[in-house]
């Protein structure tokens, strides 16, 4: 059971709009900023979204991140199918010592 | 270019050590600290804990404590995990992480940069 909650699929039609969430608490996501990975099939997770909405350089700008209280998205829009991947969200958790916890993932299906 | 390439593939016994090593290039080694995350076959990731590639200082998440060792070579701009007493629980893909805020953070915060993964099967 990861401490970050997200639903562990999504998808969409090339063109679409998607957002995944990722729901956390005040130890948290409520406390800290909250990082997004996209990890491709067979290969390393990348970072996409860090600091809640800034996007690293070469990071297309149809990927953006918002953070509201607890809780943090991921949106892609123009959905491609080279979008289809893992994705996951982390931030830094002030409890247990502190700790950075990652969601369980979300697998995204471009259909 | 910024790039971490890790040792390959590894398979022990169970009671065995293993040693994983990732060699930074691009970028000046003692400027960012080295992270190390675990993502066991078909699951999500988990953060070990991190280094300090200034002082060596290393921070081990719950979990990854006694059977864990994170160490650097700074004259190879190389850190190093080293996993005693293997378990076949600990069959996993290992990734180091740069850390984007550099070394001076107080706490991790997202990871620019990771290695391919070392792949650790643990089996007799």
């Known amino acids: 059971q990861s401490v970050l909650t997200q639903p562990p699929s999504a998808s969409g039609t090339p063109g679409q709009r998607v957002t995944i969430s990722c729901s956390g608490s005040?130890?948290?996501?409520?406390?800290?900023?909250v990082n997004w990975y996209q990890q491709l099939p067979g290969t390393a997770p990348k970072l996409l979204i860090y600091?809640?909405?800034q996007r690293p350089s070469g990071v297309p700008d149809r990927f953006s991140g918002s953070k509201s209280g607890t809780s943090a998205s991921l949106a892609i829009s123009g959905l491609q199918s080279e979008d289809e991947a893992d994705y996951y969200c982390?931030?830094?958790?002030?409890?247990?010592?502190?700790?950075?916890?990652f969601g369980g993932g979300t697998k995204l299906t471009v259909l | 270019q910024v790039q971490l390439v890790q040792s390959g593939s590894e398979l022990k016994k169970p009671g065995a050590s293993v040693k994983v090593s990732c060699k930074a290039s691009?970028?000046?080694?003692?400027?960012?600290?080295m992270n190390w995350v675990r993502q066991a076959p078909g699951q999500g990731l988990e953060w070990m804990g991190w280094?300090?590639?200034?002082?060596?200082?290393?921070t081990y998440a719950q979990g990854f404590t006694g059977r864990f060792v994170f160490s650097l070579d700074t004259s190879v701009s190389t850190a190093y995990l080293q996993i005693s007493s293997l378990k076949a629980e600990d069959t996993a893909v290992y990734y180091c992480?740069?850390?984007?805020?550099?070394?001076?953070?107080?706490?991790?915060?997202?990871?620019?940069?990771w290695g391919q993964g070392t792949m650790v099967t643990v089996s007799s």
């Open positions: 005040s130890s948290n996501i409520g406390s800290n900023t």
């Open positions: 992480a740069r850390e984007l805020g550099g070394v001076v953070v107080t706490a991790p915060d997202a990871f620019d940069i």
């Open positions: 280094i300090n590639t200034n002082t060596g200082n290393p």
């Open positions: 600091s809640n909405n």
């Open positions: 982390a931030a830094w958790d002030d409890s247990l010592n502190g700790v950075v916890v």
């Open positions: 691009g970028y000046t080694f003692t400027s960012y600290a």
